[in-house]
């Protein structure tokens, strides 16, 4: 027999879901006055108008095109995912592999910022970033964020799984430890690390109060950002259509990756190989 | 090709010394096997040959060259390790050709040797394959192949055929022997097998707890055992020991029941009156045909028809010394009986009772 409680309680998920996108869907393909006048339930004729005018132009108040602000969230997730990424597999490369002192220290170093929300070091972060002259650039947006204990314990945890006769057998074959790292770890946590760049894509691309924080200059709005911009448009009317339009493109590049990158993610969180 | 040496080789974890000063001398294309209960440190004394330990004293010579300070990369060995430790997003070319690749060989030269290397092992069809996809045999001839393109002058294996099914063991058991008499290749062998050792060793090297027992052919070390553990280490079911009393001529044996056995050449002069420990083999008891008074009478506890043999448990004397008889095909033995045993002076060993060692020969 089915479950039928369960069916039913996933329809509402369903439709929790999906209420709200295609709403949002459906609004960026109208004009502004149908959406103030109406609900409307079918798209409407105006998609290729509004998504055209968010890409090039951008609402009135924000000052940087949605097509920019996309770049800059693309720059930016993609700099802190891979730099995650290489940072961490350095760091998890040295605590495993490497006997130096305090190695455990640093490595509890590490673990505990895990245990530190992001709002808890976001002042001393600014001043640091502020002192470095990084606010207004990518550097500011990407660096600040690219340490991270998560992934760096998981990779300890997968680099600890791996036999310790692979790395002798490396030096009996005569390779120093940066071609062991390149040619025998990287390759072989190629699926946690697609599995870790899906999360840390999305996460990058999601980030809100870093960026906020950190930019005055349009040009290095992000897409989220401008799309609160948008919203605090004063005595004026919201553009309604122009903000659905841009938050249904603030939501493409997640999905794509997701979809992209679904096959790697199961196997990366399920399995590994060794 | 090369000779080994080692000369008082001490290794200390800390505090706590595993090795306890070993020498041994490996001739150059000899088959040396290393041989041990586990935690014996067979593989500890391998992985400072190779230089994946570092040696706490003594020297370790390749080729007549002090190795000690050397990088395991630089001593040209090469090993094979239990589990394998093949490179698992590697094809089996890649696999094989990697070391040569570090070591900046040509293409052409690589391919040429890991062809052949392949070809010996039967690998051919499957360099395209991953490890993953082969069968524990076959990753096991790749680890092996991985080691002859490289073309070393020692080959060092630590335990490679434990992680095999026993049918595959034998035959590679085999393969290993053939590839031996092929390359000669001198190699070091660790095991705690025997069967293994005793096939395929020029020499075996037993050690105990970090020293060196015994260092001598499969045979003599099977026939001569040096000590007592060697005597219980070799065989199987293990050596029968009964403490038992020297005449006072020492020229034979009291053993509890007041039956007494002669010893072969005469006697061990100067042990008279003695309390030794008596060594005897399972499959060194004969039946007696007629019933001797003076003979060992064993009472059978039960019987193990093993097909080829029959192992029989029993126990003899007012001390119930309990004893393993291994004879040849299949007896109908029922319990209780009691068996008059006969056996040949030759194959009686002698232990002194507080060191182990070998009395007489």
Redesign the interface.
């Known amino acids: 027999m089915v479950d039928i409680h369960n069916t039913r309680d996933t329809h509402y998920r369903l439709l929790d879901h999906c209420i709200p996108h295609i709403y949002t869907f459906v609004a960026s393909t109208r004009t502004l006055d149908e959406i103030t006048s109406s609900v409307p339930i079918f798209p409407g004729s105006h998609f290729v108008e509004n998504y055209m005018q968010a890409l090039s132009a951008g609402s009135k108040d924000v000052g940087a095109t949605v097509g920019t602000m996309m770049l800059n969230s693309l720059i930016m997730a993609l700099g802190i995912s891979f730099g995650k990424i290489f940072i961490s597999l350095l760091a998890a490369f040295a605590i495993v592999y490497f006997k130096f002192r305090f190695r455990m220290f640093f490595f509890w170093l590490i673990f505990i910022t895990l245990m530190l929300p992001v709002e808890v070091r976001i002042l001393p972060t600014y001043k640091v970033a502020a002192d470095l002259k990084l606010l207004d650039s990518y550097s500011g947006l990407i660096f600040p964020l690219i340490a991270s204990a998560t992934a760096t314990f998981l990779f300890r945890q997968f680099f600890m799984t791996v ?1 310790d ?2 790395c ?8 120093g430890p940066i ?1 062991f790292f390149f ?2 770890l990287i ?2 946590s ?1 699926t946690s690390i697609a599995a870790l760049f899906v999360i840390l894509f999305i996460y990058g691309w999601n980030q809100y109060l870093w960026p906020l924080l950190i930019t005055t200059d349009e040009k290095y709005y992000t897409l989220l950002i401008g799309i609160k911009r948008m919203l605090a448009a004063g005595d004026t009317q919201a553009e309604w259509n122009i903000i659905m339009a841009s938050s249904m493109l603030a939501m493409v590049p997640p999905v794509l990756v997701v979809i992209i990158m679904q096959k790697q993610f199961v196997k990366g969180m399920t399995d590994t ?2 | 090709m090369a000779d080994v040496s080692l000369k008082e080789v001490f290794k200390s974890f800390g505090k706590t010394e595993v090795i306890h000063g070993i020498s041994c001398d490996i001739k150059d294309g000899e088959f040396i096997v290393i041989l041990g209960p586990s935690g014996c440190g067979k593989s500890t004394l391998l992985r400072m040959i ?1 230089g ?1 330990e570092v040696i706490t004293a003594g020297e370790i010579e390749i080729n007549g060259k002090v190795v000690n300070q050397l ?3 630089d001593r040209d ?3 094979v ?3 394998y ?6 094809t089996v070319f890649k696999n094989m050709a ?2 040569l690749k ?2 900046r060989m040509p293409k052409e030269e690589i391919k040429k040797r890991v062809q052949k290397a392949a070809e010996i092992l039967e690998l051919t069809e499957f360099l395209d394959r991953k490890p ?1 996809q082969l069968s524990g045999g076959q990753r096991q001839r790749v680890a092996m192949g ?1 080691c002859i393109v490289r073309e070393p002058k020692v080959f060092l294996f630590d335990e490679p055929l434990s992680n095999l099914d026993a049918k595959l063991r034998v035959q590679m058991r085999l393969e290993i022997r053939k590839l031996h008499e092929d390359l000669n290749i001198t190699s070091v062998y660790v095991t705690h097998d025997q069967v293994e050792a005793m096939t395929l060793g020029d020499r075996l090297i037993v050690m105990d707890n970090g020293y060196t027992a015994q260092i001598g052919s499969p045979l003599e070390v099977y026939e001569q055992p040096a000590t007592r553990f060697v005597a219980g280490f070799i065989g199987s079911p293990a050596m029968n020991f009964i403490h038992v009393r020297l005449s006072p001529d020492g020229k034979s044996v009291q053993i509890p029941g007041d039956v007494s056995l002669p010893l072969v050449n005469g006697s061990v002069p100067g042990q008279g009156g003695k309390d030794v420990l008596l060594g005897i083999r399972p499959e060194h008891f004969e039946l007696a045909t007629a019933e001797k008074k003076d003979g060992l009478h064993l009472q059978v506890d039960h019987v193990e028809l093993l097909g080829a043999d029959t192992l029989v448990h029993g126990h003899f004397g007012e001390g119930k010394n309990a004893l393993i008889l291994r004879l040849p095909d299949i007896q109908q033995i029922s319990k209780n009986t009691i068996l008059p045993l006969a056996i040949p002076p030759s194959k009686l060993h002698l232990f002194d009772m507080d060191s182990g060692k070998r009395i007489g020969k």
């Open positions: 036999p006769e692979l002798e057998a490396h030096r009996i074959d005569g390779g071609r040619d025998i390759p072989m190629r190989e060794k | 190779a994946l990088e395991p990369a060995i090469a090993m390790f239990q589990n430790a093949l490179y698992p997003h590697m990697y070391g570090i070591r993953r991985r």
